[in-house]
């Protein structure tokens, strides 16, 4: 039995360190942005990213001509560390500072590493943002609440990552998305989905119908937000199949949500279960064949047993 105060799942309730998650968010878009600028265009934009570390969140390598350099925010140090491949490096401190500042000093620290970058100067995803490069606004940062939700991530990468090995028809990596300001995995039918109508704040909307053009089921977390003033974990099906939404899931603290139109577990639910593993992935689980057995996916030939570390699986055979 664990304790409720096990540091593994940190306390972190969204109005403690609301103004300090809207900057972070901004300031991961900005790395972000950098990271879409110089990389080639990958299926559901998955080149855009962010990734979980030992130490926070990376770009991981970025091209720029011939050269190579990748950012890291790293919550340990307290610093976005910019390191290139010859060796040189620059650290930007994450303290209270304004976006503005934060993307002055990024974008001279590159430019000092010759390594000059435009990006489009508005947030996405966020109704009503101003420039990146004028806003004075979002100043705020608690470091310890910026360092409890990478804690937060690094536990929910592990159980994605684990529950991702159970599929073996196309995933998604396990990655962090800074316009949404959530990790997610995603699983994919192999069939096609209906053209996507939704609107995204300055997003394109080539962007988001290349994003949905597959049929998928998508699990993920994030802090809050949306009207959902928590952090939770959230499952949903696209094209949402008839019968999705009353299926019977694991744990019995998931529910539908009408607002966001998906499936949602508070965090505090699984941070005080006795064994926050087994509760998450039943949720992903059952989520999951909420929307396969909904919408009539081929689960023979998409499902296998969850990998076991250093255990070939063997060849997969014919259902």
């Not at 096990?6 to 309730?13: F, G, K, S």
């Not at 299926?43 to 962010?50: A, E, F, G, T």
């Not at 290349?210 to 959230?234: K, L, M, R």
């Not at 965090?267 to 396969?292: G, I």
Request: hydrophobic share 40%.
């Amino acid at each position: 039995m664990r304790s409720p105060a096990d540091p593994t799942w940190p306390d972190i309730p969204l109005a403690a360190w609301r103004d300090t998650c809207s900057t972070l968010q901004l300031w991961t878009q900005i790395v972000g942005k950098i990271r879409l600028g110089q990389t080639p265009w990958l299926n559901h934009s998955w080149h855009v990213p962010l990734y979980v570390t030992a130490r926070g969140l990376t770009t991981s390598p970025i091209p720029h001509g011939v050269r190579v350099f990748e950012m890291q925010f790293d919550f340990l140090d307290r610093v976005l560390r910019i390191d290139t491949a010859e060796g040189a490096r620059r650290d930007i401190a994450l303290k209270p500072q304004t976006v503005a500042d934060f993307h002055a000093a990024l974008m001279g620290a590159l430019a000092d590493l010759e390594l000059p970058v435009t990006i489009t100067d508005y947030p996405c995803e966020i109704a009503d943002a101003v420039a990146f490069s004028t806003d004075r606004v979002h100043a705020a940062y608690d470091a310890d609440y910026a360092q409890r939700f990478w804690r937060v991530l690094l536990q929910v990468d592990r159980i994605m990552k684990r529950f991702r090995t159970g599929f073996i028809g196309k995933s998604s990596p396990v990655h962090f998305f800074w316009g949404s300001f959530d990790l997610a995995v995603t699983r994919f039918s192999g069939r096609r989905a209906p053209l996507f109508t939704g609107k995204v704040p300055r997003v394109a909307d080539a962007v988001m119908c290349e994003a949905y053009s597959h049929e998928v089921s998508s699990a993920g977390f994030w802090p809050g937000g949306n009207g959902i003033d928590y952090p939770a974990f959230y499952s949903y099906a696209y094209p949402t199949p008839p019968g999705f939404r009353n299926a019977t899931l694991r744990p019995t603290d998931a529910f539908y949500s009408d607002t966001l139109g998906e499936f949602l577990l508070p965090y505090e639910a699984v941070r005080n279960a006795p064994d926050p593993d087994a509760m998450l992935l039943a949720f992903f689980q059952s989520t999951y064949e909420a929307a396969a057995n909904s919408a009539g996916w081929d689960r023979l030939a998409l499902e296998c047993s969850l990998g076991v570390p250093d255990v070939p699986r063997g060849p997969i055979r014919s259902p």
